[in-house]
């Protein structure tokens, strides 16, 4: 009887052994082509090799971009360098080129007084309320929109403020990610505390399709921050070449620390799109509003012309077509601020 059992488990055993080997056998055995069509040859471990190399991302001083993008990188990253050479204060720099992929931060988590560059915010914000509320944006707040982004005023940049609340501007902050940034208090939004890695996470919502902001907000918004009067283009606009369009938003605000300049943009035509931050401190008394704006211009310049070199075949004479062109047909931006500064409101 013992003899029976061992003999019926092990036919069963062979059974289970047997099924088993056909099933992988089917499972691991590569389907026949259907009739009338060819198998399509497996991709060559060289065009592999090759794909993934392109894909790999590298960094390059300040700069990090896919592989392919290395010498772009590594000039950004000098060129950055150069530009704030020899230049008192303290600074931060971001540059992002979506068609390139390449990325550039410098101190990108050091805190600035925002000046006027929150205005930009302040904008979004009133936006993205609009788009909960579900509520068209009123007479009232579009001509205060444009006289805030467009001529930088602060009376009506105060007036969004307290209508859109600080609620509601820490709300659009969340949503954007945009955690290292900090909102002034009392009143006091020149000096929200801003960085420059919040500030093109802005840029980047403003450009792009994202759950934030909808296309009317970012056409709306970009559309004031192209029109910016001629004594406001200056900054990151310097070096754009003809047929790049600027949104532009600047800051500027004197302490007794000395001058805070700022500029953001964002930079589109041609195929081209990126994006540049700029944040500068002023350490030194001696050094005035200019100065400021002279450093912020001579890193935008060498930036510039690098993301739109390769547009430019590669020439001699490519810096000297590079100069600052405001849009449309602005008049040439003064080389300085004619506008006030922003009231010296007391430290926190």
């Known amino acids: 009887m013992r003899m029976r059992a061992l003999l019926a488990g092990s036919a069963v055993l062979m059974i289970g052994v047997v099924a088993c080997s056909s099933a992988h056998a089917a499972t691991a055995a590569p389907a026949a082509p259907a009739a009338g069509k060819q198998a399509k040859p497996a991709a060559s471990a060289a065009a592999t090799a090759k794909a993934s190399a392109a894909a790999a991302t590298v960094t390059e001083g300040l700069c990090t971009g896919p592989a392919a993008r290395r010498a772009l990188a ?94 509601n501007l820490q709300h659009f902050l969340d949503l954007a990610g945009m955690g290292e940034t900090q909102l002034g208090q009392d009143g006091q939004w020149g000096l929200t505390q801003v960085t420059a890695h919040d500030e093109m996470l802005l840029l980047k919502l403003l450009t792009a399709p994202n759950s934030v ?25 310097a070096g754009t070449p003809s047929g790049v369009t600027w949104h532009v938003k600047n800051g500027w605000l004197p302490d007794a620390t000395g001058w805070h300049i700022n500029s953001i943009g ?53 810096p000297a077509r590079l100069a600052a062109a405001p849009n449309a047909a602005e008049p040439q931006a003064s080389s300085w601020a004619v506008v006030p500064a922003l009231p010296t409101p007391a430290k926190r």
């Open 74 to 167: 590594a000039q950004l990253s000098a060129d950055i360098y150069q530009g704030l050479s020899g230049r008192d204060g303290v600074h931060a720099v971001s540059v992002y080129d979506r068609v390139t992929g390449v990325s550039c931060l410098y101190n990108g988590s050091k805190h600035f007084d925002s000046a006027s560059i929150v205005k930009a915010i302040i904008m979004a914000a009133v936006l993205r309320w609009h788009q909960e509320t579900g509520t068209p944006l009123s007479s009232w707040e579009k001509s205060e929109a444009t006289l805030m982004i467009t001529q930088s005023d602060n009376d009506a940049a105060t007036d969004l403020w307290n209508e859109v609340g600080m609620n």
């Open 213 to 237: 902001l909808d296309a009317y907000s970012q056409s709306y918004q970009l559309g004031l921050m192209a029109q910016v009067t001629s004594w406001e283009s200056w900054g990151v606009t």
């Open 266 to 318: 964002t930079f589109s035509g041609h195929g081209e799109n990126y994006m540049i931050a700029v944040l500068s401190d002023n350490t030194d008394m001696n050094d005035d509003e200019q100065y400021g704006i002279n450093t912020i211009e001579d890193v935008a310049r060498l930036v510039q012309r690098d993301l739109n070199n390769a547009k430019l075949t590669g020439s001699a004479t490519a």
